[in-house]
């Protein structure tokens, strides 16, 4: 499986945006998929993931309630929806799948997309 997230930007506080992950291969609705971010000098974190069928959604408690995550199987494409964004939402954002749980370990990434939220 090919990732490529897209869909960043430059925003400010309180405002919103969708990243959109386009998948490549057949076997995309057999994974189960994730978001990740990273800031620099800092560890990649869990954002939200979500399972293969999009029965179930997982998300970091920091970020429950505004941050949304869906799939659509037939255009190969994962979402995530994010609102009320703060300036700590600042980072690189991946999108990665897993043939695992929802949970990880995840095997497949693709290169960041950069979302800046000014306050």
């Known amino acids: 499986v090919q990732l490529q997230a897209f869909g960043g930007g430059l925003v400010q506080a309180g405002g919103s945006l969708r990243l959109t992950c386009a998948a490549s291969?057949?076997?995309?609705?057999?994974?189960?998929m994730g978001w990740f971010r990273q800031v620099p000098g800092k560890e990649r974190e869990f954002v939200a993931a979500i399972s293969w069928s999009g029965g179930s959604t997982y998300q970091a408690s920091s970020v429950k309630g505004r941050f949304f995550i869906s799939r659509d199987n037939a255009k190969n494409t994962v979402y995530l929806q994010m609102n009320s964004l703060k300036p700590e939402d600042t980072a690189v954002y991946y999108c990665?799948?897993?043939?695992?749980?929802?949970?990880?370990?995840?095997?497949?990434w693709g290169p960041g997309t950069l979302v800046t939220v000014s306050s």
């Open positions: 291969g057949r076997t995309f609705s057999s994974y189960a």
């Open positions: 990665a799948g897993t043939a695992n749980h929802p949970y990880g370990p995840y095997d497949y």
